[in-house]
């Protein structure tokens, strides 16, 4: 399911129009990166939470010239599933 098939989705659900879904679900996305990038743990309880993790350096390989490179300590986002989302899951 795309951004697009997920806003019909809800619009059907909610009998709203997919403007204002549109609206809400970039709305959402939106705050939701905002508050990442600023370090914040998103949290929504039955379905999961959103947080930032430190990758540390590391050491790899240039796959073109096989010489070894660092690659440098970086933040990445995590997400990690609720209980009710896993047991969704896991019933399907």
Do not use: H, W, Y
């Not at 939701?32 to 050491?59: M, N, P, V, Y």
């Not at 796959?63 to 989302?85: M, N, Q, S, Y």
């Amino acid at each position: 399911m795309n951004k697009t098939e997920l806003v019909s989705a809800v619009a059907e659900r909610t009998k709203m129009p997919k403007k204002s879904v549109e609206t809400m679900v970039n709305a959402t996305i939106k705050t939701i990166c905002e508050s990442l990038k600023d370090g914040d743990k998103i949290s929504i309880a039955g379905f999961g939470s959103f947080e930032t993790k430190q990758r540390a350096e590391r050491r790899g390989k240039n796959i073109r010239t096989g010489e070894p490179i660092v690659i440098p300590a970086t933040r990445i986002p995590a997400f990690k599933a609720g209980k009710d989302l896993k047991e969704i899951v896991k019933s399907s």
